[in-house]
Structures are given as structure tokens and as C-alpha cells.
């Protein structure tokens, strides 16, 4: 089973898709999924709920299945804030638009919250949405 676990619509018809973490433990059985994409959808969290949730969604893979987490980054959202690289107008677009935002974190809070569940095979930021994508495996 391959999955995608966002608030966003997802067209690929060969991902099961799940927009909350309710109906994505009732229809995902523990170690089932080969891979799960978590695309935008911790910032759709209570921060507070991110440390518990994280580990529950990586119980649902395989040995060897992959998480691929795709989410704003807070630092980066500062950071061009801050330096001023991007007008207001445009970050807001980039951030805000087509986006439910519960909480901001960064790739470190991700990073803590799966350390015992799998291993940290890539990362990545894309500066120019100021986001993150982790990849990861879960193994014994």
C-alpha cells in the first residue's frame, strides 16, 4: 500500500489518500504501507500533537518502507522574513495560500520526533517555498 497523507488533493490514483490522522489509523493497518507522503500535513498538527503523532504513522510501515515528509519550514519562512528576500506579498502566497495551518515547525522537530521509528536517508530545503522534505526508512 502506498499512501499520501495530506490536507492537499492528490489526482494519483495509486496512492491511497488520507487527510487526517483519524481515518488513516482506522485504514492502515500497522506495517502495511510500503511508502507514506506526508505532504504539508504536520503544519495542518497542533504542534503539540506532533511528537505523538509522527510515531504513530511510522508504526503503519513496512521494515524498509520509506516516509517522505514534505512540510513548511519555519526557519526558512525567518529567515527570508528577516533578510527581506521576498516580499510580504509573495511569502504570503507561498505560505499561507491553499494551506491549513495549525502550527510551524521546522525539519529538526521532525527530525527528534521520528529518531527511534526509522532512519534519516535524505534531506533537502527548498528555499524558494521554504520547505523541507525528509526522506526516510524504517528498518528493525
Not at 519562512?77 to 502550527?103: D, G
Request: contains cysteine.
Amino acid at each position: 500500500m502506498i499512501v499520501y497523507l495530506s490536507p492537499f488533493e492528490n489526482s494519483d490514483e495509486n496512492y491511497s489518500t488520507f487527510n487526517n490522522i483519524a481515518t488513516f489509523l482506522r485504514g492502515v493497518l500497522d506495517s502495511e504501507a510500503t511508502q507514506i507522503v506526508c505532504d504539508g500535513f504536520f503544519s495542518s498538527v497542533d504542534y503539540t500533537d506532533l511528537q505523538s503523532v509522527l510515531p504513530m504513522i511510522c508504526k503503519k510501515l513496512r521494515l524498509d518502507g520509506e516516509l517522505i515528509v514534505k512540510d513548511l519550514d519555519a526557519s526558512l519562512v525567518a529567515h527570508q522574513i528577516f533578510k527581506n528576500e521576498v516580499p510580504l506579498k509573495e511569502m504570503n502566497e507561498k505560505v499561507i495560500k491553499s494551506r491549513t495551518i495549525k502550527c510551524l515547525m521546522s525539519s529538526d522537530d521532525v527530525e527528534r520526533a521520528i529518531a527511534g521509528s526509522v532512519q534519516i536517508t535524505a534531506k533537502h530545503f527548498d528555499d524558494s517555498m521554504c520547505e523541507f522534505i525528509i526522506r526516510a526508512k524504517r528498518s528493525r
